[in-house]
């Protein structure tokens, strides 16, 4: 049974809750410490992502498939709501391929930890610092991005089919013979 039209934008309003949760569990720029405690993080919302971006595909497919399937044409709002979920996907994968990136320069950062200090390896941390923040920033942008596009497909309402109202020089008016 189709979800109905209010159903379909609370659908659509709750991943794009999940997708801020996610940029919300994110360290800002200050915040960042090339610490364990940052590898957990990045652990944890890795996997919140990934089974996001899973959902997004899954149910897509399962739209897709639903409406090949069907006798009846899907309505205005299933339509709009399957391609809203198939677009949040891009900036989905995209901000999951940034914490990808961001994992790689934490284990640069713990790697030249254990290397001979001196001004290279000093630049090469700096490098490697403002590359893991540029990575957390990128990601928080493109979840920022799906969230906004779920919204605001959500909040698109369908507007009734108008019925025409005749024209005053269409109608006619019974003349009166006096």
Excluded: W
């Amino acid at each position: 049974m189709p979800l109905s039209d209010p159903d379909q934008r609370m659908l659509l309003h709750d991943v794009a809750d999940r997708l801020n949760t996610v940029a919300d569990h994110l360290p800002l720029p200050d915040q960042i410490r090339p610490d364990p405690a940052l590898s957990e993080i990045l652990d944890d919302e890795v996997r919140h992502l990934a089974r996001l971006l899973g959902f997004l595909a899954g149910e897509s497919a399962f739209r897709h498939r639903a409406a090949a399937r069907s006798p009846a044409r899907p309505t205005t709002t299933v339509r709009r709501t399957t391609l809203a979920l198939a677009s949040a996907a891009e900036p989905t994968g995209l901000a999951l391929a940034a914490l990808s990136a961001a994992v790689h320069h934490l284990g640069h950062l713990a790697d030249l930890a254990h290397q001979a200090p001196g001004p290279a390896r000093d630049r090469a941390i700096t490098t490697e610092h403002q590359r893991l923040e540029d990575r957390l920033g990128d990601s928080r942008i493109y979840l920022a991005r799906a969230a906004k596009h779920l919204r605001a497909a959500a909040d698109t309402r369908t507007t009734p089919a108008a019925t025409a109202v005749p024209s005053p020089s269409t109608t006619t008016t019974p003349s009166r013979s006096r």
